[in-house]
């Protein structure tokens, strides 16, 4: 059963003081609120006090309906940090509706000094809105533990506590490394600054290598954890010892001791490394890896197959492209035109003029690629030679470019030949170029256009 570290009387002696003070505060609360200054009283339970004990200090304030804020001074020599708050009416008074009072806000400090002599605490301030105040100084009186009676157990801690020990793991393999951890919960966590001795655990037959860690602390509700990295090098079945943690209580004036429970560890060797059950077979092929390779390659196959395929249209659209368009259309397109421009040799000029012209800017588009459009007579010759890679029918192209821009744009450009006549030379010539085109080879003799006719000569 845990007890308060300081005794029911003396909290109550406590607590009537505050209130004495209150009251004090109270008669003079009217000149207080008038002012700019906050009435702050620090108080401290009665001792004697000792190194690492916890104790509680309050800190009263007069105030309206809004608790002051507190700033806590900082100690070279000792731990200070709020507890819990709390507030008791002292005055009320009201006209009609409207009701004020005072209000006695307490705030419950802990201290917990770290060294003897004389200790002085600064003034507490407190703030509300314009309105600030401090308490006066303490001056308290802190001494050692007494030697008689002390132990190589007692690790700094005052006032009641348990103490309870656990490990990580119950099983354990010789080399593996594991927590070990001792509890403290009660007031003399507070000061403890010592570890417990773990001399015994260092004996046992595992020898287990021991490193202490950081320790884990909690202020409220007081609690410290030492913590050990524990290493086992030895098989065996042990029992981590029980540890023995003393304690100073102020109340009774004698040293306490509390023994934790042994810890029960079983430490297996590692099995020793064996050669010849080493299998140095291949490893048979396992359903799941067969089917993951016949998974791999139907993936691959499949993947040829498109890329098969895709190539295979691209490689069909630039045939079909390539029917469309180059020489080979080119001679095609020629011949069909010679054809056509035979069976026409009854149109007029003009008409048969435009024809040709149409003729040869398809040819030149079929054969290099030229843009359709106005074609002259020297686009005509570079175009229709490289179309047919003879120089010679470009020559002729230029010549049946430049007759028929005559006919379309000259005045009175037939009256050469007479209409009629102009048309049919026209015509047989246009006939006779593409006839040529039209061929794989081309034109290479100049005697194939002998039949060439001027009408700007005639």
């Not at 008689?148 to 006032?159: A, K, N, W």
């Not at 359903?287 to 139907?298: I, S």
């Amino acid at each position: 059963m845990r007890t308060s570290l300081l005794p029911h009387r003396s909290s109550r002696l406590v607590v009537a003081a505050f209130l004495a003070a209150a009251l004090g505060f109270h008669l003079d609360s009217s000149r207080a609120q008038d002012g700019d200054e906050l009435r702050v009283r620090l108080d401290a339970a009665p001792g004697p006090y000792v190194v690492g004990q916890g104790i509680d200090l309050r800190v009263a304030v007069v105030a309206r309906d809004q608790r002051p804020k507190l700033d806590l001074p900082t100690l070279a020599d000792a731990r200070l940090w709020a507890v819990d708050t709390s507030f008791k009416p002292i005055s009320a008074s009201g006209i009609g509706r409207n009701v004020s009072g005072d209000n006695l806000f307490l705030t419950r400090l802990r201290l917990v000094p770290l060294g003897p002599g004389t200790l002085d605490v600064p003034p507490v301030v407190a703030r509300l809105d314009d309105q600030e105040g401090k308490s006066k100084p303490l001056r308290l009186k802190i001494e050692n533990p007494p030697i008689e009676g002390r132990t190589s157990d007692f690790l700094g801690g005052v006032g009641p506590f348990s103490a309870e020990a656990e490990a990580d793991v119950g099983l354990a393999r010789v080399g593996q490394e594991f927590l070990y951890r001792i509890r403290v919960s009660g007031p003399a966590a507070w000061g403890m600054t010592s570890r417990p001795e773990l001399a015994r655990l260092r004996a046992l037959p595992i020898a287990a290598r021991v490193e202490a860690l950081a320790d884990q602390t909690l202020d409220e509700p007081p609690e410290r954890t030492f913590v050990f990295r524990i290493r086992p090098s030895r098989p065996g079945d042990v029992v981590l010892p029980p540890v023995s943690i003393a304690s100073f209580d102020p109340r009774t004036k004698r040293y306490l001791t509390r023994v934790t429970r042994g810890v029960p560890l079983k430490v297996v060797a590692v099995p020793a490394f064996d050669a010849s059950k080493l299998d140095y077979r291949p490893a048979a092929a396992s359903l799941l890896g067969k089917a993951l390779v016949a998974t791999v390659w139907l993936a691959v196959g499949a993947g040829v197959v498109v890329v098969a395929i895709v190539a295979g249209r691209r490689m069909k659209r630039r045939w079909a492209e390539a029917s469309r368009t180059g020489r080979g259309a080119a001679q095609r397109f020629a011949r069909i035109a010679a054809t056509s421009l035979g069976e026409r040799a009854d149109e007029s000029p003009e008409e048969t003029a435009r024809r040709a012209i149409d003729v040869l800017v398809e040819y030149a588009r079929l054969s290099v690629g030229r843009p359709p459009g106005a074609l002259t007579p020297d686009e005509a010759r570079v175009a229709i030679a490289r179309g047919s890679g003879s120089d010679e029918l470009g020559r002729s192209a230029a010549r049946l470019a430049a007759r028929c821009d005559r006919i379309l744009f000259a005045e009175s450009a037939g009256e050469a030949l007479g209409e009629g006549g102009e048309a049919a030379s026209l015509s047989r010539d246009a006939r006779d170029l593409f006839t040529a085109l039209g061929r794989s080879g081309g034109w290479r003799s100049p005697a194939l256009v002998s039949g060439w006719r001027d009408a700007t000569t005639a």
